[in-house]
């Protein structure tokens, strides 16, 4: 008579109570996350609704939010773009100084933004090398919408490189290649087959330059003059409105911008949860 012996399951790993790391970390956060985006709601909502809402309705907040906006919404679309290309030629072509350029098109993360400003312009102010030889025609970017453009687009660039490149890299080149043996060329290829599957990461890419876009401050500082009506982005006018003591509008336009940030990346955690449940 034979005896079988049954094997019994393994006894599940206890996880380690969460307690008292979870506390570490909400104390961690607490000076220096939780606590100063609480205080500008604080502030902002001090003196009641009314107050708040009578600190946005004046004439100059208006403006700076809307332009704000405006150069957020350009900045994502032209860089969207420009970045796309930039992704799909780094990805697709092999060619002698390829790494070098990578980096050099990556560059705008690690300078300084205060730095950009300083070397736009150089490049295109008054004084500058290109600057100079516009002076005469009449036409001056800096101090101008389309100068705070190009310091947007500049420093955010990398955003939507960041997020096309390696969705590009990652593709099999077995649909292309059937787009290429049945006639297609390269933008009908790039248009009917590459584009549908970088849908994602064009959409997230672009909410992460328009989210850098509206809180951007050392390279429009500078390239925008801070011209009340005119070049006066929402973090240029909160700076000014605290170096004149109005901490009521200071607040108010920079609550507004906290909650336009949450919506952003509400969207960007929702959507990206949302691809990777599909994955799985």
């Known amino acids: 008579m034979t005896t079988t012996t049954l094997a019994t399951p393994a006894a599940p790993r206890r996880r380690p109570a969460a307690l008292v790391p979870v506390g570490m970390l909400v104390l961690v956060l607490l000076p220096l996350l939780l606590l100063p985006l609480a205080a500008v709601f604080v502030f902002a909502f001090r003196g009641g609704l009314t107050a708040f809402l009578s600190a946005l309705n004046t004439q100059d907040a208006r403006f700076a939010l809307r332009f704000s906006l405006l150069i957020a919404f350009a900045t994502a ?3 969207a773009v420009l970045g796309t290309f930039a992704a799909y030629v780094l990805s697709k072509y092999r060619f002698p100084g390829e790494r070098p350029l990578g980096i050099v098109v990556n560059l705008p993360v690690a300078i300084p933004t205060v730095v950009v400003g300083t070397s736009l312009l150089l490049l295109w102010g008054p004084i500058g090398l290109l600057g100079r030889l516009l002076e005469p025609t009449g036409f001056q970017p800096m101090f101008t919408p389309f100068g705070v453009l190009l310091a947007h687009l500049f420093v955010t660039f990398p955003y939507m490189l960041g997020t096309i490149k390696p969705l590009l890299d990652e593709l ?27 849908r994602g990461g064009l959409f997230t890419g672009a909410l992460l330059t328009f989210a850098h876009s509206l809180g951007e ?22 700076f000014a409105q605290f170096e004149a003591g109005n901490l009521a509008a200071a607040n108010a336009v920079a609550a507004v911008l906290a909650l336009l940030s949450f919506v952003i990346f509400f969207f960007l955690l929702r ?3 949302r691809r990777t449940e599909g994955r799985l």
Not at 176 to 190: L, M, P
Not at 217 to 238: E, H, M, W
């Open 217 to 238: 401050f050392g390279a429009t500082v500078l390239v925008s003059g801070n011209l009340r009506l005119r070049t006066q982005t929402a973090p240029l006018y909160i």
């Open 271 to 273: 959507y990206t949860g």
């Open 172 to 198: 099999e080149t077995t649909y292309e290649e059937a787009a290429y043996t049945i006639g297609a060329n390269r933008w009908q290829t790039f248009r009917h087959i590459l584009l549908p599957a970088l």
């Open 77 to 79: 679309i032209v860089n």
